[in-house]
């Protein structure tokens, strides 16, 4: 076989059976692959180019493991919508850590790959729709310039699952800095081995946040950098309108990249309580609790740490609370200026919220779609004028304006910002659905084509007018989990 030059360093597999259970993908049947992202596996340094479909599909399914791969299903615990439960990956496995040439090492792990130790009443697979999904969300938010897992390859499994109706396998393969999640140190935590949990902190620390390395109180100063990544993934969220979904524990990643796509989806009318997921019944994970969640998660990482931070248990707790009470302050602070941007509105003036809270407001108000109201700002003319003819808009956009006119601020000046920020094309929901019906029924044409178009979202490209429309029929789009 060509070399691939897969470059294997399993360091999470060293780690002792508390972590871990060893495991390799159950085969498949007759796997055929249906994606493979070039892209992405030059950035890795690897090199697929010389090797066939079959071969392929052999190693994109699990059937046929590279050299220097050692499978493991990661354990871990995590609390779904406030409850605690004990997880672990019930259908995925890592089947090494590869490093490439510029020394950064990336998880390779199978998703829907069969059944594990913690697999407990699933049957250890996915279905090819939500793969693809995932892929191409996934691959939308990495082109948002938003920290993602990544996807590798998605492959048929040749077999069918059982869901409401059968529905054809697949395996996903995830490419991430690591799977390691809150949900991991809830899982050591809860078997109070104070020797576990310093494991996987200096672990952590060494693979994602080595400038802590030599820290008085790592513990600490790690509660703090996870709550910064944390902060400015939320953010980066919140500027897009993307809606994570589940945001349980188990969901939120230590490195800080957005993790497990499964009911997310992009908001097109600007409602702060939209919410997809169809079992999210009480809006636990809508669009504006996002923040409110994100610190939910990092208290209980917190909690993880306490019997680390300080051995007297109260100054510990004492610690950890004045960090996680900085949360809004700051969440605030990062989010004005996120704001601000999209607005292109540089330094600070007094009224910048105000100002931005008027117009959320109004796009509330009067049902507006998110994305196109930026690109309206932006002089892109992708929705109609008389959508801006409002007295309301128009009394703000000249209060706007008088704001974009001092700070030394210039026409070219604020539209560069601007057009870094507030992307032009999103993958909505609607062309999501599209797109997945046909490749449920062998056409890959639209997946291709539309990863194609949300290969540079923040540029205007031709031929992305029905991209950019926000569906006629969207009220009731419902997006479902664990499929
Ligand atoms: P998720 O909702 O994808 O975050 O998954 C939550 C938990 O359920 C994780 O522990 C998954 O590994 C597990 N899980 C989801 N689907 C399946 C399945 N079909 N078989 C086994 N475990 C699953
Ligand atoms: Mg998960």
Request: glycine share 4%; net charge positive; aromatic share 10%.
């Amino acid at each position: 076989m060509s070399k691939i030059n897969w470059n294997f360093n399993n360091t999470y597999f060293n780690l002792s059976r508390s972590f871990k259970e060893d495991i390799d993908p159950v085969p498949v049947r007759n796997p055929d692959l249906v994606l493979l992202n070039d892209k992405l596996a030059s950035s890795l340094d690897l090199d697929f180019s010389k090797i066939s479909h079959k071969e392929l599909s052999k190693i994109f399914s699990g059937n046929l493991l590279p050299e220097g791969s050692n499978s493991i299903a990661q354990a871990y615990a995590g609390h779904q919508f406030g409850h605690f439960t004990m997880l672990g990956d019930g259908r995925a496995v890592l089947i090494g850590e590869h490093t490439n040439k510029s020394n950064i090492k990336y998880d390779i792990q199978f998703k829907g790959s069969g059944k594990t130790a913690f697999s407990r009443n699933g049957d250890g697979r996915a279905a090819l729709g939500p793969m693809l999904r995932e892929y191409l969300i996934s691959e939308a938010m990495f082109n948002l310039n938003i920290p993602t897992t990544r996807s590798l390859a998605v492959v048929k499994t040749g077999e069918d699952i059982v869901r409401d109706t059968p529905l054809q396998g697949a395996v996903l393969t995830r490419v991430a800095l690591s799977h390691i999640r809150v949900g991991t140190f809830q899982y050591i935590a809860a078997r109070q081995r104070k020797d576990e949990l310093e494991i996987l902190m200096n672990y952590v620390i060494k693979r994602h946040y080595p400038n802590i390395e030599n820290s008085q109180n790592k513990a600490l100063d790690l509660l703090k950098a996870v709550m910064e990544k944390q902060i400015d993934l939320v953010i980066n969220w919140m500027r897009v309108g993307f809606i994570h979904g589940v945001m349980n524990t188990d969901n939120m990643s230590i490195s800080g990249e957005t993790i497990d796509y499964g009911p997310c989806a992009f908001m097109d009318i600007y409602d702060p309580k939209t919410v997809f997921s169809s079992i999210d019944r009480m809006g636990r994970y809508a669009y504006c609790n996002q923040p409110f969640i994100t610190k939910w998660n990092l208290s209980r990482f917190a909690e993880c740490l306490i019997s680390l931070i300080d051995k007297d248990q109260k100054k510990s707790i004492k610690l950890a609370t004045e960090i996680i009470d900085t949360f809004e302050k700051k969440y605030e602070e990062k989010w004005l200026n996120m704001m601000r941007n999209k607005l292109g509105l540089y330094g600070v003036d007094d009224k910048d919220k105000s100002l931005i809270l008027d117009l959320l407001t109004w796009m509330h108000q009067k049902k507006k779609d998110y994305t196109n109201t930026f690109c309206h700002l932006m002089n892109l003319k992708n929705q109609k004028d008389k959508d801006f003819e409002d007295n309301d808009f128009q009394n703000w956009k000249k209060r706007w304006q008088d704001r974009l006119k001092i700070k030394n601020n210039t026409y070219e000046k604020f539209i560069k910002l601007m057009r870094r920020v507030n992307p032009l094309v999103i993958p909505r929901n609607h062309k999501v659905e599209e797109a997945l019906n046909e490749a449920n029924q062998g056409n890959l044409k639209p997946t291709i084509q539309f990863l194609d178009i949300l290969k540079n979202p923040y540029n205007e490209k031709k031929n992305i007018d029905e991209y950019q429309m926000p569906s006629l029929s969207n009220k009731n789009y419902k997006t479902f989990c664990g499929t």
